[in-house]
Nanobody, 124 residues
Framework: QVQLVESGGGLVQAGGSLRLSCAASGRTFSTYRMGWFRQAPGKEREFAAAINRGGGSTYYADSVKGRFTISRDNAKNTVYLQMNSLTPEETAVYYC?????????????????WGQGTQVTVSS
């Protein structure tokens, strides 16, 4: 089992940047594929980015491709999401998640563990 704690959210102006972090407990972090999702008020949780166990392969939603970068540091048990050129429509709670499955996935049901989320608010 792994516990996930996100940080780095906050208020940013449109066009600005934020870097989210997700710290994982336990010794098995490197065995999990990691993902970032977001959920705006009244909307379903949606996929943003994923990274494989070793960090060499990444996968993005079309809506964030070219602006967001997911990375991980297995020595620090941490996964990151660098977000650039943010828009007000991207105001949401951002969650990191861990999956025991192999292969990239954008599906919520493929992820086994979730953090509590961190709020990102983008002002216009």
């Amino acid at each position: 089992q792994v516990q996930l704690v996100e940080s780095g959210g906050g208020l940013v102006q449109a066009g600005g940047s934020l870097r989210l972090s997700c710290a994982a407990s336990g010794r098995t972090f490197s065995t999990y594929r990691m993902g970032w999702f977001r959920q705006a008020p009244g909307k379903e949780r949606e996929f943003a980015a994923a990274i494989n166990r070793g960090g060499g392969s990444t996968y993005y939603a079309d809506s964030v491709k070219g602006r967001f970068t997911i990375s991980r540091d297995n020595a620090k048990n941490t996964v990151y999401l660098q977000m650039n050129s943010l828009t007000p429509e991207e105001t949401a709670v951002y969650y990191c998640a861990a999956s025991r499955k192999t292969g990239p996935s954008s599906q919520v049901y493929d992820y086994d563990y979730w953090g509590q989320g961190t709020q990102v608010t983008v002002s216009s």
